[in-house]
């Protein structure tokens, strides 16, 4: 397979298993596994001591299996109110996955409890009880020298070993009807809480704490936060050549107390094929923070706001080509002691001038089945660049001098599969 992920691509090898009938009432088991290599961008580039690591093609490995059954109707709780709901299903999933990429290895274990259903055509509600997730990381020498380096207690605990024990609720609406064309909506919302249970239980039965004052579960600490993320499209068809897409998306993650920040895998990041495409995957923000080493490793916020508009148009048969506008950004809710990121911190008097605006060309090509896409984005303003010095327009001395590097790069090229949005 080709995968596309986070503007990354890359090539995986999978064999499934599947048994229609499990229990004999159409109880599904599906058993999946799967190795492959991604491109991605380096976690890390620049010197450090000598050691060096490149964006190199498939610089990524990843091997994993997931066991799903999928079984008709409501089980548990919510068994009573399968007569009024569409389609019910219960889903029962673990999985591992190890990855190996530029900066760290990671292993994740999952369990989820799962309900979905759809209500009429255009609502479709999920709901998991359960959704419980170990991360271990271990940072590669290199990427370890640069956290040392930034000296920043909050990424730090970003990149540590942690439990998640969380509920989720989704929500998305669609009325696209593929027959007849025409305008339509998407809408997609979710709501996360993890480790609330977990620290009600600890403060109840006065359990002891860690010297910190935190709490940890076999050994490991668990996250503790609230996530909750908005997706809103406008498709309008101009004619049968051309149409124009509008979307918002909205995210903001709170950091609570056993686990002050957000786990690195549920942080936002801003930029890539599908988001801010003037800038790679992981390389604007937050706000207007500046980083002259060159790091994605703190790239990462608690809150993000993005915005786009894409107009398409048919050029050949199989050829299409785009013209887009892309504006948003990554930020930290509040200024910590431990985060030392300046100019990371939203603040509703300044967010507008710390807003990366970008702006390109693209091609599609329709192969029926799949489509190739190829977008070049040009970055109009930068906000890690320094007073006078954002906009396309402007001169960049002293970048130059900051970064010690003639050429500033205006421009970046995604290739992707299917549409951005």
Avoid: C
């Amino acid at each position: 397979n080709g995968t596309h992920r986070s503007g990354n691509l890359g090539l995986n090898a999978n064999l499934t298993y599947r048994n229609r009938n499990l229990f004999h009432a159409a109880e599904i088991l599906e058993f999946k596994s799967t190795v492959g290599f991604e491109a991605q961008r380096a976690t890390i580039s620049g010197n450090i001591e000598n050691e060096q690591i490149y964006g190199n093609v498939f610089n990524t490995f990843e091997y994993g299996f997931e066991s799903t059954v999928y079984i008709p109707g409501m089980l548990g709780p919510f068994k009573k109110i399968r007569e009024k709901l569409l389609k019910p299903k219960t889903n029962f999933t673990f999985l591992y996955n190890y990855q190996l990429r530029p900066g760290f290895e990671r292993n994740i274990f999952n369990f989820q409890y799962r309900y979905s259903w759809s209500l009429k055509e255009t609502n479709q509600l999920s709901y998991s009880p359960l959704d419980i997730s170990t991360i271990k990381i271990q940072l590669d020498s290199a990427a370890q020298a640069r956290l040392d380096g930034l000296n920043n207690p909050f990424l730090t605990s970003s990149y540590q070993d942690h439990l998640i024990f969380a509920s989720k609720l989704g929500y998305t609406y669609s009325n696209q009807n593929i027959k007849k064309g025409g305008n339509y909506m998407y809408f997609r919302t979710t709501f996360e809480s993890a480790g609330n249970a977990l620290r009600l239980f600890d403060t109840t039965f006065d359990r002891p704490a860690n010297e910190d004052g935190t709490y940890n579960i076999f050994g490991i600490q668990y996250a503790h936060y609230l996530k909750t993320d908005v997706d809103l499209r406008l498709y309008y068809r101009i004619n049968k050549f051309s149409n124009i897409v509008y979307r918002f998306y909205s995210g903001v993650g709170f950091p609570l107390r056993n686990f002050q920040v957000l786990p690195f895998e549920k942080s936002f990041f801003a930029g890539g094929a599908n988001g801010i495409r003037a800038w790679q995957a992981r390389t604007l923000g937050p706000g207007s923070y500046t980083d002259p080493g060159a790091t994605t490793i703190d790239k990462i916020g608690d809150l993000q706001l993005e915005g786009n508009v894409e107009y398409r148009f048919k050029i050949l048969k199989l050829l299409e080509g785009a013209v887009f506008g892309d504006i948003g950004n990554i930020w930290v809710l509040k200024e910590r002691e431990t985060d030392r990121r300046e100019g990371a911190v939203f603040d509703i008097n300044r967010f507008y001038t710390q807003v990366g605006v970008g702006s390109g060309i693209g091609f599609r090509l329709d192969l029926s089945f799949f489509i190739v896409r190829l977008d070049w984005g040009i970055k109009i303003y930068d906000p890690a660049m320094a007073s006078g010095e954002e906009w396309i327009y402007q001169p960049k001395d002293k970048y130059r001098e900051l970064f010690n590097q003639e050429k500033y790069d205006y421009s970046t090229i995604n290739l992707g599969i299917g549409y951005p949005f």
